[in-house]
């Protein structure tokens, strides 16, 4: 069946270091894929998004590829910052919109 | 004002009381959606609506119930509420998914729901 699995957490990195989150998948087709992040206290909000094979998706110094090979969509930052503390959910979804989504990664960023 | 409303933020209630949680878009959206978070189960899909006379249960859609009483009002009922039903709630809504697949959702900030 459709899902995605996604790296646990919590992941815990001081501030500057190379942030790498695993995300793979499993569905028919070539759905979209995308990240959302949420902030404490608040709810997701869309980071990034690829649709097709080889699609890199960026956003806030974040990036993503679409691997069809792999079935996996990885999210990557070269420098984190204390303020990107904050739950990453993985998610896929083809033209239904019923979004399947991860069970989260809880990144924390130390001073 | 926030695209994607949703009220109350939170709510502690007892077992067996009927509950209602709102949502009101100004997205002009005609997908809404009804989520669950739970810790360590990511986000589950409860109900959604393509629009107004479209109701379709997700995946976890047992003790809940749903009305869409406009394009931009979704609720979400719990007649008797239990304790394992203690959860974050999010509304979501979105645009039809073109040839691209599916688009984007906009989250409300979500209602705290605790059931003693």
């Known amino acids: 069946g459709n899902s995605v699995t996604q790296m646990e957490g919590p992941v815990t990195l001081s501030e500057e270091a190379f942030l790498t989150i695993n995300c793979t998948y499993t569905?028919?087709?070539?759905?979209?894929l995308f990240w959302y992040v949420q902030y404490p206290g608040e709810g997701l909000q869309l980071l990034l998004k690829?649709?097709?094979?080889?699609d890199k998706g960026s956003n806030k110094g974040f990036e993503a590829t679409y691997r069809k090979e792999t079935t996996s969509f990885h999210l990557e930052k070269g420098s984190v910052q204390v303020s990107d503390s904050a739950v990453y959910f993985c998610a896929h979804g083809g033209a239904t919109n019923k979004l399947i989504f991860g069970t989260g990664t809880l990144l924390a960023v130390q001073p | 004002d926030a695209d994607v409303t949703q009220t109350p933020r939170n709510r502690i209630t007892k077992t067996g009381k009927r509950i209602m949680l709102e949502c009101s878009q100004t997205?002009?959206?005609?997908?809404m959606y009804w989520y669950r978070q739970d810790p360590g189960l990511g986000l589950r899909l409860i109900y959604y609506s393509f629009d107004v006379k479209d109701i379709n249960k997700g995946e976890i859609s047992d003790g809940y119930s749903v009305s869409r009483q406009a394009q931009a009002k979704f609720s979400l009922s719990l007649e008797s509420a239990i304790p394992n039903q203690t959860a974050l709630y999010f509304c979501?809504?979105?645009?039809?998914?073109?040839?691209?697949?599916?688009?984007?959702?906009?989250f409300g900030a979500g209602s705290r729901l605790t059931v003693l």
């Open positions: 690829a649709t097709k094979a080889d």
């Open positions: 569905a028919t087709g070539y759905p979209s």
């Open positions: 979501a809504t979105s645009e039809p998914g073109g040839e691209s697949g599916a688009n984007v959702l906009t």
């Open positions: 997205k002009g959206h005609d997908r």
